[in-house]
């Protein structure tokens, strides 16, 4: 079937090219981009078009129930009445009139279903245990042999049966006990509400149910199971199918889903008939699911006259417009998109997230503000996340019902990440409970068990998960309950049965099969501000931390660092390397130079073309090559251009700017960090520096200059009492009521040049030395590590002088060690003769053949004599002595490479001595917190 997909594909896009703009193909795609998907490209709708021609045969081909041949002729009668959207637009591309060139392969797919043994293929569907779905399997598996990138561009992540059974057995649970339905999901009470026209009601049914992103209806799939099982429990079963029965009359008005997407829309139509087929129930001529291809995240809208293909659609979105606006959806639930860069960019869903319901002109919930105020948020892309915008639409939705339930299995960033702050004070004020079941099972974090044990998973995805289930039971002034659990550990643990069979005997999906939010171990959490956590923490600590001065309040004038886009171009080892590549790049045509440097597309934030603008415009100059610290260590060189964007996608003028032409310092440290990787996100540097100097998995770091110079200035704001600045020279960049509370504290005078003499006066220098000793104290980094991963670093003053000395001497020799301008003794040696070619990095302990601990970079050559915790050193998520050498795989090491790498290691030693005499001195003067 793929194989014959995308010959279909194929030749679409063929006929697509060659065909009239005033064509069928032109006018059908016009249609889809006026109703629906309004950036669809041509390549995105001939796909769409063939995989509609497969999937409309595929569920023709399972609804057939005559006896004889399947043929295409007879294909659109056999389609689900459950969709009639569907029906009428295979109709109208692969009916009688379908294009010649395209007959023959959709010819040879009918003949390929006609040979399938269809009752093979489905027996199992439908069976109690629910835990596999042949139909959704078929989908995946198509897709990976027709498009294997397909799944991760469109996000298809099939949500696991246990993970659907969770939620759904819960929301069960939860109308029951808190709303006081007996029937749980399969109430079939009515409420009454204003009809269309002045002074008329209606009776509608109370619990709605909306799956806002159905995909291939696996939610939707377990509610209809969950129902049917409690109507069979009550002894109605024989009350199920029957012409007015409880799914013509209580089952089909009150179940709705929203899909964007063609392939996933037919699956879910023919799923869910499958399932009520298997039930004994035949859908009447005129009824349908109410499962409609729209944008959830989309205001409903009618255009004008449309053609009659683009009509059917409108009609489509229209019939989902009424369930978004006007009916009261009590229940909605699924699993929404993960998409950081999201293509969901209307003004609806746009101006929601931030406070306004265009569809009124009324103001609502606004996640981009806390407490009335603005987040004051640099980069709050995350807060464009698509699921994000699910929650929002949910929340608006069951807000606007006035009581409900909202049920989501989603990324699960927004839990504890400061960015998402706004939006958790908004979920509180909107519901009275929310109970947050994290899966964890996030490998970009390196997450483990608490018993350090392997953390897997549900999905087949990097990014970690979350259950969240929020209810609204009316109108309420507190602010929610929170509860928390976790669920770590493997995805699976296999076992076998008393007869032989494997089973699933434990693991995540054993657990999620075995309990519902009744059964789940919760933990109140108590969420405050600032941040609003929806996770535990420490809450004496906290108090005790937060008495610290933040270090973007101490560093006013601080960025995040340079973007390049394109570091094969911009990042060079040499002056001579840089400067070549320059006058290389500019000799070339636009084209020639993508070609050339591999640069690929152009994105929205880099293009070939400005780039070369931007070298032309600033006259190219070899002067305006400068060092870049790349990595720890790590020195490389880039062509600076300063002024705009350009050459570097993001060149962070007002902070890097003072690094390229003067002799500055600067603190590199970061805001957010992975949960598991130790916080050792603290580093110095002279020159500017790459955004992902510390390599971490999460979260970028930021820099701070210690001086402001005045040739600067006019690109800056800042504010410094009079009496703090010099009278010639460079500003230090520290707030004005840091400097006098630090001054008070520790009763000595501020100069603003250099340093004092640490009796009377202290400086500039003398701070910076003195954060910088503090935040490489092992017991602060463990004393406050939950604190430290979701906010910037806080620096605790000390009131004792002495301590204060002492803690400037060690900062200054950490800070010497990190530059390499002080070097100690070195201690390893480079035995071997060799090309020095790095290969292959390894490191063998002392004992394991060898009486030194070696790092091997190829299979003869070493460096000998570097300790195991030297070894593992991190700053960030950078192990030094292994990235650095793995960063010049391929490469030969000179003289000065394995010098440089040698005093590295010196260096690494030094600091993990001083940072225990750091430690010790703080000890022997009270301890903490800082006295």
Known sequence: MAALAKLLRDTIRNIFA?????????????GFRKVLLHDLTEEQFTDMYAQTIAYGLFAARCNTKTEGHFIREHAAYELPKTNPFLRKMFTHIAGPDMEDRLVWIVEDLTAVLDRADMDAILKDFGKATRREDPVVHFYETFLAAYNPKIRETRGVYYTPEPVVSYIIRSVDHILKTSFGLESGLADASKITMPGKNDGET??????????????????????????????CTQGQKGAWAGKNGYVSSHLLPRLFGFELLMAPYAVAHMKLGLLLDRTGYDFGSDERLRIYLTNTLEKAFRLGDLPLFAKWLADE??????????????VVLGNPPYSGHSANTGAWISHLLRGKNLQTGEDTENYFQLDGRPLGEKNPKWLNDDYVKFIRFAQWRIAQTGYGILAFVTNHGYLDNPTFRGMRQSLMKTFDDIYVLDLHGNSKKKEKAPDGGKDENVFDIQQGVAIAIFVKRGASNQTAVVHHADLWGLREIHGESA??????????????WENDLESTPWNLVTPQAPFYLFTPQDTDLRAEYEKGWKITDIFPVNSVGIVTARNALT???????????VQKFLDLTEEEARSVFNLGPDARDWKVSLAQQDLKKSGPDPAKITPILYRPFDTRYTYYTGQSRGFLCMPRPEVMGQFTENTNLGLIFMRQVALQEDYSHFGVSRYPVDNRAFYSNKGIMNFAPLYLFAVKQKNLSFDMDDQFLPSTGPIPNFASSFIKNLAAMINLSFLSNRRGNLSITFGPEDIFHYVYAVFHSPTYRTRYAEFLKIDFPRLPLTSNPELFRELCRLGEELVGLHLLEKRPPVKTAFPMAGDGLVEAVR?????????????????????????PEVWNFHIGGYQVCRKWLKDRKVRQLTYDDITHYQHIV?????????????????DAHGGWPLQ
């Open 843 to 867: 490191y063998t302990e002392p004992g394991e053949g060898s009486d030194k601990g070696r790092v091997w970079i190829n299979a003869n050559q070493y460096f000998e004599g570097i300790p």
């Open 906 to 922: 010196a260096a690494l030693g030094e600091t993990i001595r001083l940072m225990a005499e750091i430690d010790a001195m703080i």
């Open 499 to 512: 007869d032989g069979q494997k089973v699933i005997s434990g693991g995540k999906y054993a657990w999620l």
């Open 18 to 30: 060659g065909e009239d703009p005033s064509g069928v193909l032109h006018e059908q795609m016009d």
């Open 202 to 231: 209606e009776e509608i049914h109370k619990v709605l149910i909306l799956d806002p992103a159905t995909g291939t209806g696996t939610f939707l799939h377990e509610v209809i199971h969950q129902i049917y099982e409690t109507v």
């Open 571 to 581: 990042i060079h080892w040499s002056r001579e390397d840089a400067w070549h590549t």
């Open 317 to 330: 979105v229209e019939a989902a417009g009424e369930v978004k606006k006007n009916l009261p959806v009590m």
